[in-house]
């Protein structure tokens, strides 16, 4: 870790918080940080930055932020944003995404998006692991605006089906669900795929997706 040298470049970024301090103040206030009322997106620890500095460059009248741990991941994809020509509309956070509550306060993000997290499926204990959960869900359930979404993708049905038993029908809408995106959806993209997605189409393995609307 010491002889990392993305950490350097971390700490000395304009668009990296990764000072508890600074990013725990910034709850309730994040539309301040930005100066600006818009929506603000919330991607979780995917870290297919191609993907993420694409929507940013690509909405201006969006604010976007990413949480991520690795260094490098975080400075690349601060990097590739500003090299798209994306400057006030995102921030990237060194910060662990069971945080989220510490970070954001009741209806103040508009969207989630979570691509392709680990499924730790190896062995049974590591399931414990997981970023979905029910605390996790409920989590996002007060962080997020009335009437606005999460989706997730995953190439691991187990974990897509143990996930959706998650979302209570008495708190949210299960607006999309397909087991094989690419082939059922309208909505699919070849032009916004993450990375795993590309490698996924080669091995022709199938994605499950899923818009969850907030009650």
């Given at each position: 870790?010491?002889?990392n040298p993305y950490m350097e470049m971390v700490s000395n970024h304009d668009k990296i918080l990764n000072i508890k301090s600074d990013i725990y103040s910034n709850k309730w206030k994040w539309n301040y940080y930005f100066w600006n009322n818009n929506p603000i997106l919330l991607e979780i620890w995917t870290w297919m930055w191609n993907y993420f500095s694409d929507e940013v460059s690509n909405n201006i009248n969006k604010n976007y932020i990413w949480i991520?741990?690795?260094?490098?991941?975080?400075y690349v994809t601060a990097e590739k944003c500003i090299n798209k020509w994306a400057k006030d509309n995102f921030v990237v956070i060194q910060?662990?995404?069971q945080n989220i509550w510490e970070i954001f306060s009741n209806w103040e993000v508009s969207e989630v998006i979570i691509h392709f997290p680990d499924p730790w499926a190896k062995k049974d204990r590591q399931k414990k692991h997981r970023l979905f959960s029910r605390d996790f869900v409920n989590n996002l359930y007060k962080i997020l605006k009335k009437?606005?979404?999460v989706i997730f993708k995953t190439d691991h049905r187990e974990y897509f089906e143990t996930t959706l038993e998650y979302f209570d029908d008495n708190f949210w809408n299960?607006?999309?669900l397909s087991f094989d995106y690419e082939n059922e959806l309208?909505?699919?993209d070849k032009n916004k795929m993450?990375?795993?997605?590309?490698?996924f189409r080669k091995d022709k393995l199938k994605i499950n997706y899923v818009e969850f609307i907030k009650k």
């Open positions: 870790m010491k002889n991520e741990l690795k260094f490098k991941r975080l910060d662990y995404w009437w606005w979404k299960r607006e999309v309208d909505k699919f993450t990375e795993f997605e590309h490698i």
